[in-house]
């Protein structure tokens, strides 16, 4: 069983729409829990940083975490043709190892 | 602030040639790491240093791969002899670990292709 768990899509939604993107793990360690968004031909950058379970909100990005259910997530609001790129949930353990998931590919068509 | 930085862009060789990616990581950063990713997949890590020290070198294939940061600055990820399957992108993070969470920066990473 890999540590991350993430669909790989591809998904496809109208500009507008509301995005939810998905990843489920196995370690019960782990504690901090990232989204990353990686356009082609780029290195994956930092859109999301949470803490243990909750939510947090930046902008029209929403993080969410549940401990309980080995479950995070990551809602796109009024999605817009250049959140276009692949998401990649990562989550870090205590000794400061970092776990990827596959990535999404979301594709936002005007 | 700069982020981090890498070089060569892109690089092409034939197989059995060697080849060396070079990192700066962001200012301040103790952490760096090493990672490669595959088309469609997630980085995987191939080592990971605190400071000078690496500290997570179990998945470096060590009969080709070699590695080294001086100074715990910047970075020198090394193939001798590379193999046609080493193709990819190798990336380069960095973080400050100070003994919580920390937040891990990317590179824009180094396109291998290997012929």
Known sequence: QKEVEQDPGPLSVPEGAIVSLNCTYSNSAFQYFMWYRQYSRKGPELLMYTY???????????AQVDKSSKYISLFIRDSQPSDSATYLCAMMSPGNQFYFGTGTSLTVIP | EAGVVQSPRYKIIEKKQPVA?????????????????NLGQGPELLIRYENEEAVDDSQLPKDRFSAERLKGVDSTLKIQPAELGDSAVYLCASS????????QYFGPGTRLTVT
């Open chain 1, 52 to 62: 243990s379970s909750g939510n947090k909100e930046d902008g029209r990005f929403t």
């Open chain 2, 21 to 37: 990616f070079w990192c700066n990581p962001i200012s301040g950063h103790n952490t760096l790491y090493w990672y490669r990713q």
């Open chain 2, 96 to 103: 400050f670990s100070g003994g919580g969470g920390s937040e």
